[in-house]
C-alpha cells in the first residue's frame, strides 16, 4: 500500500515478517532512507496506528511519522500550554491525541531557556522537531526505526534469527562458556523484565521469573559462570541450570 502527503512525499507501508521479505521489497521500493515499525504489541488507541508486523517506509521522516501515528486521521495536533512554574508562565509543547508516554520526546522543545523559541517555532516547528525525536528514540518506546544504511545488516541479522527459528535444535546445542562480565536490563511498558548476561563477545537473555526459580537475583550475576547458547538462551547460571524460560 502507498500513500502520498500534500508534500508529495510517498509513503510505503507493508506487512513484512521475515528477512527475505523486508529485503525483496525495500529492494522493490528502491531503499527509501527512512523506515519505522513496532517491536512489540504497540497497539493501543493512542499509540501507532499500524496492523501487526506492518512496515513504513519513506523519504521524509516527518511524512513517515505521521503516517505512523495516523497524525491528520485522528486528529492529533500540537498545543502550546502556558503552566505556572515557581509563579512563572512557562510555554511547553504537547501532542494532543497521543498517549502521554509518547510526549517525552517534546520535552527538549519545553526547556525554559529556549524561551521565545519555543513559541516562535509554531505548530508545524514543533511537529516536525517532536516527530524527529521519537524516530531517534524509537527504541525507547518499542519501535524499531532504521536509516537506508542500516539496512543490510539488520537484514543480515533478520535471516539469522529466521534460521534459528527454523532450526533452534541446532542452536541450542551451541554452547557459550565464560564469566558474566556485564548485565543489563530491558522492561517496556507491561513487558516483563528482562537481563541480559555478557560473557566475552556473546550475550544471552535470562528473565526475572528465571532467576527467582533458582534462588539467584540480578545484583549477584556479574562474575558468575555462564553458559549462553546459540539462541542467546542462559541456560546455566554457576552450577545452577535455569528452568525454561516462560514469556
Known amino acids: 500500500m502507498i500513500s502520498t502527503s500534500s508534500q508529495c512525499t510517498t509513503v510505503f507501508r507493508s506487512v513484512l515478517v521475515n528477512g527475505n521479505q523486508f529485503e525483496e521489497y525495500v529492494n522493490r521500493i528502491g531503499r527509501p532512507q527512512f523506515a519505522i515499525t513496532c517491536a512489540g504489541d504497540q497497539f493501543d488507541e493512542q499509540g501507532p496506528g499500524l496492523a501487526p508486523d506492518e512496515w513504513l517506509f519513506a523519504d521524509d521522516i516527518e511524512r513517515l511519522m505521521m503516517d ?18 515557581s509563579g512563572k508562565k512557562s510555554a511547553s509543547w504537547i501532542a494532543v491525541g497521543l498517549a502521554d508516554y509518547l510526549n517525552k520526546s517534546a520535552s527538549h522543545l519545553n526547556a525554559a531557556r529556549l524561551g521565545t523559541v519555543c513559541k516562535a517555532m509554531g505548530a508545524d516547528g514543533a511537529r516536525k522537531a517532536f516527530l524527529e525525536s521519537i524516530f531517534e528514540d524509537a527504541s525507547g518506546y518499542g519501535f524499531i526505526a532504521l536509516q537506508a544504511d542500516r539496512y543490510n545488516r539488520f537484514i543480515e541479522e533478520w535471516k539469522t534469527n529466521d534460521d534459528k527459528a527454523a532450526r533452534p535444535s541446532d542452536y541450542r546445542a551451541e554452547k557459550r562458556f565464560g564469566v558474566v562480565s556485564a548485565v543489563g536490563e530491558l522492561g517496556v511498558d507491561r513487558a516483563s523484565v528482562q537481563y541480559w548476561a555478557s560473557i566475552g563477545w556473546a550475550s544471552g537473555w535470562v528473565s526475572a521469573e528465571q532467576l527467582r526459580e533458582v534462588g539467584l537475583t540480578y545484583d549477584v550475576l556479574v562474575g558468575q559462570t555462564c553458559v549462553i547458547n546459540g539462541l542467546g538462551e542462559v541456560e546455566r547460571i554457576g552450577n545452577i541450570p535455569l528452568p525454561t524460560c516462560r514469556y
Open 68 to 85: 505512523f501515528f495516523a497524525w491528520d486521521a485522528r486528529g492529533i495536533r500540537m498545543e502550546l500550554i502556558s503552566p505556572i512554574v
